[in-house]
């Protein structure tokens, strides 16, 4: 046993996580990253490639030729999808209605587009109606854009309704599905999204800095009018689709992070394996356990309509009078469980529990509720319960 070797991440604590990203890694996904690496350009490796686009076209319910990992996190998703499908002085609508709906505004403004938002109340969807109200009053818009299920909240919004809305309007849709791919049901040929990008380190169970993304004929035809080039080089689909294209002529674009590769292989395998739907079922099941749970305990929810609040995470209201940071420092020094705390004006108001893919398990629900009793004490439990 000579050849053992003395990692130092054994010095860091298993924790339970339970906050909006990143999730548990699944321990088969965790095997997978361990292969040995192989070289980026390897034919052996072409092969994987391939498996990949097709797990993804099965996870993104698409048949998008260009569906493929960007080697970066999902905010690199994110600026895939902006940079090159706008350019200057194009008009895009963009809602928000949370951090990362305010991020895509701020992408899509230092791109030097004209951004027109679309607010809404934090924890609160996307509404249709002032989505209607913008294009109507904005007829020259190229670009809707919105979050799907948004993390900062908890609230999900009608991605079918609201691409309706861009479609008749002649609109292109780019979606961030950061949080909902394999966590809430999401179909994008049925429901017409052009654009769309996620993340590997939420619902996926994956390692973090790998983002899939899939972009639709519609938004290719955009991409190939362009009058101007992408104005960054890493970013440009045109340059890394020659990387990831089937055409048997793959070239040299960047250095593919290979093993983050093998680790999205096998959390797609695992994907496929349990079946969209049932995955979808179990995130909206534990997530019920959950909150009832919660509410057992005296706590409330951040989004009051059921049928609008995510399954894959769950924002609570901190109660009167007890000091978030030190809850979350309590449960991550004593219980190894990390909760995720507010963004935004929801800074020290709320905190966010994850339920996303490998974490999402009723013992973890089991474990964070017991914890969360013992570290809150005997809240006031009238106002859930008058008998
Ligand atoms: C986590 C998240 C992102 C950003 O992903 P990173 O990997 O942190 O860059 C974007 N959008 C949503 C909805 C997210 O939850």
């Not at 890694?25 to 390897?42: E, K, S, Y």
């Not at 951090?99 to 403004?109: E, H, L, N, P, T």
């Not at 670009?143 to 919004?157: D, K, M, Q």
Request: net charge negative.
């Amino acid at each position: 046993m000579e050849n053992v070797i003395d990692l130092p991440v054994r010095t860091l604590p298993v924790r339970t996580l339970l906050g909006p990203g990143p999730s548990e890694i699944d321990p088969r996904v965790l095997q997978a990253l361990a292969q040995p690496a192989i070289g980026h350009m390897d034919p052996a490796f072409v092969g994987l490639m391939d498996e990949v686009k097709d797990l993804l076209r099965y996870a993104f319910q698409t048949s998008n030729r260009l569906s493929f990992p960007v080697s970066g996190p999902g905010s690199a998703g994110m600026e895939t999808c902006f940079i090159n499908l706008l350019e200057s002085g194009d008009k895009i609508v963009v809602a928000q209605n949370g951090v990362f709906g305010q991020r895509m505004a701020d992408m899509a403004s230092r791109l030097g587009a004209q951004v027109i938002t679309i607010d809404d109340e934090w924890g609160q969807p996307v509404d249709p109606g002032k989505l209607e109200d913008a294009l109507t009053a904005n007829p020259d818009t190229k670009v809707v854009a919105f979050v799907h299920a948004e993390t900062s909240t908890g609230a999900l919004s009608d991605a079918r309704v609201l691409a309706d809305i861009a479609r008749r309007h002649g609109c292109l849709v780019v979606a961030d599905t950061v949080t909902s791919l394999a966590g809430s049901p999401l179909y994008i040929d049925d429901w017409g999204l052009d654009a769309v990008y996620s993340g590997g380190q939420k619902c996926l169970s994956s390692v973090a800095g790998i983002a899939p993304i899939t972009i639709g004929d519609r938004a290719l035809k955009k991409i190939n009018q362009r009058q101007t080039p992408v104005s960054t080089w890493f970013h440009d689909l045109g340059l890394i689709d020659g990387y990831w294209s089937e055409s048997g002529q793959r070239s040299y674009h960047h250095t593919a992070p290979v093993n983050s590769i093998f680790a999205l292989a096998e959390s797609l395998r695992l994907v496929k394996q349990e079946g969209l739907e049932h995955a979808w079922a179990r995130h909206c099941q534990i997530s019920e356990q959950l909150v009832a749970g919660l509410e057992r305990l005296g706590l409330e929810m951040m989004v009051d309509d059921a049928s609008l609040r995510l399954s894959q995470l769950s924002v609570v209201k901190v109660p009167e009078g007890i000091d978030e940071a030190a809850v979350r420092t309590q449960l991550l020094d004593e219980e190894d469980i990390e909760i995720g705390a507010g963004l935004g004006p929801l800074a020290g108001k709320v905190w966010r529990i994850g339920l996303m893919g490998y974490s999402c398990r009723t013992e973890n629900v089991d474990r964070l509720l017991s914890a969360l009793e013992g570290v809150l004490g005997d809240l006031p439990k009238a106002s859930v319960c008058s008998r």
